[in-house]
């Protein structure tokens, strides 16, 4: 059984992607070409397909008038992909959280200050990728089943059923 990604695990992925962020721009950030800001519409995009998705998912799995029921099989890849997209939001948002301590102390130069600002957007919308990503990982959660490692019944046109 799956078990919800925890906030801890996240926390620590970003943490640890901000530490290793700023000690690498300490060696090498005067080299970096300027950051910029297209990657913001891209999370934006994919947090609003991931939480569209969810909701969609959630009414299919609820069995919901209209909706056709959500496979098992493609539940779990969703399950798979909201999880691997959830820490890399946690991981992106480090890194852009390391490059926002970094540049906090240079905000007089107009290239760090136009870098901290698209760190700090990028970072705002890592947040809302990783709010949507956990959000459609709840939508693939089964009515009633609760956090239990008790496995829910099968449903009753199954073979399994008894």
Partial sequence: MVKPTRPWTLLLIA????????????????SLPPLTWTGVPALLIAAGAEAWFGRD????????RGARPAPPLFV???????????????????????????LSGMVSAPTPRGDLVNASLSFG???????????????????GAGDSDEMPPPPRESPFHH
């Fill in 15 to 30: 943490a640890l992607a901000a530490a290793v962020t700023w000690a690498v721009l300490t060696a090498v950030y005067a």
């Fill in 57 to 64: 998912l959630r009414a299919r799995i609820q069995g919901k």
């Fill in 76 to 102: 779990a890849r969703v399950v798979a992909l909201a999880k691997a997209s959830s820490q890399g939001a946690a991981l992106l948002a480090g890194v852009c959280a390391g490059f926002m301590i970094y």
């Fill in 125 to 143: 919308a890592c947040l809302v990728l990783l709010a949507a990503a956990l959000f459609l990982e709840y939508c693939c959660r089964v009515p």
